[in-house]
């Protein structure tokens, strides 16, 4: 959290999931906590369920999906094959397909060539700009987070920039965070040119058959129902929406703000606004 009258998380943007870094046997008041960081408010997304400490400030509650149960194993494909059959056949069709265009594809797991990751910054900025979503590789810090992630390989913590080539051409690539046998994925990217071929879920098949040799157990796919979570993902962890406030008026603002994104997403306005703002910066 930070010490202005509008708190961030640490990571800000980039940061998938909430909660006070705290050991888990840890007891406190959340109001208590936030008044002892200077703050007036704080607002969550994605909190982690084990913090009860917040559970009086949650306003809802959604599915954080993941591939928990025999990821990369035999009995996980099974039950894939059982639940998307179709759609796994159009895979394994497109696959042939990228084959034929380009050469045989091969998963690299983990590449530490800082050239590899400017391929990815180069795919996503590119769908930013097409999206109208919100270019955040603009950002210096964004790009340097990244980067060090990459780099990063320890025991509790370690970058994992994946690769899938079609012969020697690099089709797609995730930027992902493990720990240990949990692999947190992150920052996807694909090659727009193909994307008829669907190259990003290539990647996550590859990567799937390859989990259990790499020693990876659980894959955390994060919120939002995109339909590539509802195809691979075999489990969920609830995770809680909502704020920490002191009365005051930075508290009443910052409900104003709240209830004023709720009406655009129901409104469904959302991206209209958003490539509104995009031109209006370009001009």
Known sequence: MSRNSRPTTIGSILCDFHGAIVPLEATFDARRLIRACGLKTWEFHSLIGAQAAFVPCHRSREDSWQIDRGVGGESYVRELENRHRS??????????????????????????????????????SDRHARTGAVEILKLDWVRQVLRATQQAQTNG???????????????????????????????????PALAAVSPGLILMLELLRRAEAEGIARIGL??????????????????????????????????ARRTTRS???????????????RRLRER
């Open 87 to 124: 759609t796994l056949k159009r895979i394994r069709r497109k696959t042939r397909k990228l084959e034929r265009l380009h050469g045989a594809i091969r998963l690299e797991v983990h590449s530490s060539n800082p050239a590899d990751l400017e391929i990815l910054f180069h795919w996503k």
């Open 157 to 191: 913590y370690a970058g994992m920039l994946t690769l899938l080539y079609a012969g020697e051409r690099p089709v797609s690539a995730h930027l992902g965070m493990r720990s240990g046998p949990v692999l947190h994925s992150w920052f996807p990217a694909y090659d």
């Open 222 to 255: 994060g919120v939002g129902d995109y339909p590539f979570k509802r195809l691979f993902a075999n489990g969920s962890a609830s995770v809680a929406v909502g704020s920490v406030e002191r009365v005051s008026l930075a508290a009443g603002a910052a409900r």
């Open 263 to 277: 009406v655009v997403r129901r409104t469904g306005i959302a991206p209209k606004l958003r490539t509104a703002a």
